[in-house]
């Protein structure tokens, strides 16, 4: 059973915040900083990052969609009509690679109600805006039909299912509103997010998966071939480089592309069995495997290198052993086991 605390003081100690080196930073002061989703596992760490900044965090009503709508879009257009700076990161959503197309579209159309609502609100206000924005994208979802991997930002995304298509559609409704408005928008494509926080509930987060079976002893059950290649960031670095990110868009678009599209990777892809024998290696322990019908689905090698900004990860990541033991300290703490 889960506990109220997302991980225990151990494994906080790991998420300290840090800087990104070379990375240019603007002055952040009296800026609004405004996070959709930050129950999330990157919407808590972003949180945990901007720490004593002037946050709002705003939830999404996932059981009433008419409602959540509303909301969305009256954010979105109060937010565009404010004079003062605004940053808005959105790290909603309960879909994942393999949910149903009807989810997936509910989910897109939350997304396409906040843009509308920043549209609106720019348009009511008759002066430029002083926002911008972060979303959450896949990279998994875009480039899981695509070719050649490693890919990059300049690798054309073939989506295979409805959730890498409702991405790439919010991706490119971003990119018209941004367009319009000369409005600084980040479009992260974030590779397999792992840490501390991870919903155990929700069909994905193979590192946290992996490290629970090995606690509970209860099999992984295992859908894809052990060959199968991802690459894995830790969520507290993730959120880091969106903070960055976002402290850095105005300065380095002003005067060209207001609007970014960013691969954010740790860069060191690992094989399935890489990982099992990395969580047995370091705790001793065998991880129970059952091995089911590999399924139909994305590319076997689903590595990326970015080609943007890449001075964002200036600052090292946290390695995969550091991360397991994190995410092992969270889980024995959240399953009861200290």
Not at 14 to 19: A, F, V
Not at 72 to 84: F, H, I, W
Not at 260 to 279: H, N, Q, T, W, Y
């Amino acid at each position: 059973m889960d506990r109220i605390l997302p991980y225990p003081p151990v494994a906080e100690a790991l998420l300290s915040p840090g800087s990104y080196g070379s990375a240019a930073r603007e002055e952040s002061t009296g800026t609004t900083e405004v996070v959709v989703g930050g129950g999330g596992l990157l919407g808590r760490h972003i949180l945990g990052v901007l720490g004593p900044r002037p946050v709002r965090r705003v939830s999404v009503r996932w059981g009433d969609h008419v409602q959540a709508c509303r909301r969305l879009y009256a954010l979105g257009r109060d937010l565009a009509r404010q004079p003062n700076r605004w940053n808005l990161y959105w790290c909603a959503g309960l879909a994942v690679f393999h949910t149903p197309a009807q989810q997936v579209e509910r989910e897109r159309v939350l997304v396409s109600r906040l843009l509308a609502g920043v549209n609106d609100g720019l348009e009511r206000s008759g002066s430029p805006s002083n926002g911008a924005l972060f979303f959450a994208s896949s990279a998994g979802g875009a480039f899981a039909g695509s070719e050649r991997a490693p890919f990059t930002e300049l690798s054309p995304p073939v989506p295979v299912n409805p959730y890498g298509e409702a991405k790439l559609a919010v991706e490119e409704e971003a990119r018209a509103l941004s367009h319009r408005w000369r409005l600084p928008t980040v479009s992260a494509r974030i590779t397999n997010l792992y840490g501390p926080g991870q919903n155990l509930a929700k069909n994905q987060g193979l590192v946290s998966a992996i490290i629970k079976a090995q606690l509970s002893g209860e099999p992984l059950p295992l859908r894809a071939a052990l060959e199968t290649t991802r690459d894995y960031i830790y969520a507290r670095d993730c959120a880091r480089m969106a903070v960055a990110a976002m402290e850095a868009v105005r300065s380095r678009t002003r005067g060209t592309d207001p609007y970014v599209c960013k691969i954010f990777a740790s860069g060191r892809p690992f094989r399935i069995d890489e990982l099992l024998e990395v969580a047995e290696r370091l705790f001793d322990r065998p991880v129970p495997v059952a091995h089911e019908p590999v399924a139909a689905g994305p590319n076997v090698d689903l590595s990326v290198t970015s080609r943007v900004w890449t001075d964002l990860a200036s600052s090292p990541f946290l390695n995969i052993e550091e991360g397991m033991r994190a995410v092992r300290s969270d889980l024995r703490y959240r399953l009861g086991l200290n």
